[in-house]
Structure formats: structure tokens, C-alpha cells
Nanobody, 123 residues
Framework: VQLQASGGGLVQAGDSLRLSCAAN????????MAWFRQAPGKEREFVAT????????IYADSVKGRFTISRDNANNRVYLQISSLMPEDTAIYYC?????????????????WGQGTLVTVSS
């Protein structure tokens, strides 16, 4: 599966943003999807994941209550709605797909990656 992330940009602290990830292939519904992010000089970290049906989600503690992951299986898309953005949310955000179909927080459980979309939050 090929993934294409979009929706990043330069925003101010407190703003909201919606990231989108488009996937090709008829097997999208089988995959668990996730968002990871990588800030400058830091390792890539888990942000949120959603299982194949959309009924199960997990969030990193740092984003709970501000980020919402969702998916549209009819249109092969996964979204990350971000609110109350903070400067520490500045990072490249990557979407990823995992063949297991189940929610996973471990980066090694994801088999396919998009190219990333940059979110920059100014204070």
C-alpha cells in the first residue's frame, strides 16, 4: 500500500489542523493505521493509532484530549484532527499502515509509511 500524507503547515499556538493520509489499494480496510511524528533532533514517536474497523484507538499521553484519529474506509483515508496546537507539536507527521489490523504503539509493527507532512507551530 502507498500512503500520501497532507495537511501540514505553519500555524500559531492554539490553532487547529487536520492532517489527512490517502492510501491506494483495495486492502486498506485490513490495515491498522497510525500517526507518528518526528521533531528536529529527536526520534520518531508514536502519536495515535486506529484499528481496521475504527472502533479501537490509542493515543500517546502527550496528545490525549487534543488529537483525534479517524478513518474513512470507503475512501481509503485516515485523519488526524489536532486542536490546541502547541510549539512542542512541531514535527514531521507520518502516517503508517500495519498489516495486523490491530492497534499497536510500537513503530516496528507498521509495514508501510507515507512521506510525512510538516507541522510548524509558532508561539
Amino acid at each position: 500500500v502507498q500512503l500520501q500524507a497532507s495537511g501540514g503547515g505553519l500555524v500559531q499556538a492554539g490553532d487547529s489542523l487536520r492532517l489527512s493520509c490517502a492510501a491506494n489499494g483495495r486492502t486498506f480496510i485490513l490495515y491498522a493505521m497510525a500517526w507518528f511524528r518526528q521533531a528536529p533532533g529527536k526520534e520518531r514517536e508514536f502519536v495515535a493509532t486506529i484499528n481496521w474497523s475504527g472502533r479501537s484507538t490509542i493515543y500517546a499521553d502527550s496528545v490525549k484530549g487534543r488529537f483525534t484519529i479517524s478513518r474513512d474506509n470507503a475512501n481509503n483515508r485516515v485523519y488526524l484532527q489536532i486542536s490546541s496546537l502547541m510549539p512542542e507539536d512541531t514535527a514531521i507527521y507520518y502516517c503508517a499502515a500495519g498489516r495486523s489490523g490491530a492497534v499497536q504503539t510500537n513503530i516496528r509493527e507498521y509495514d508501510y509509511w507515507g512521506q510525512g507532512t510538516l507541522v510548524t507551530v509558532s508561539s
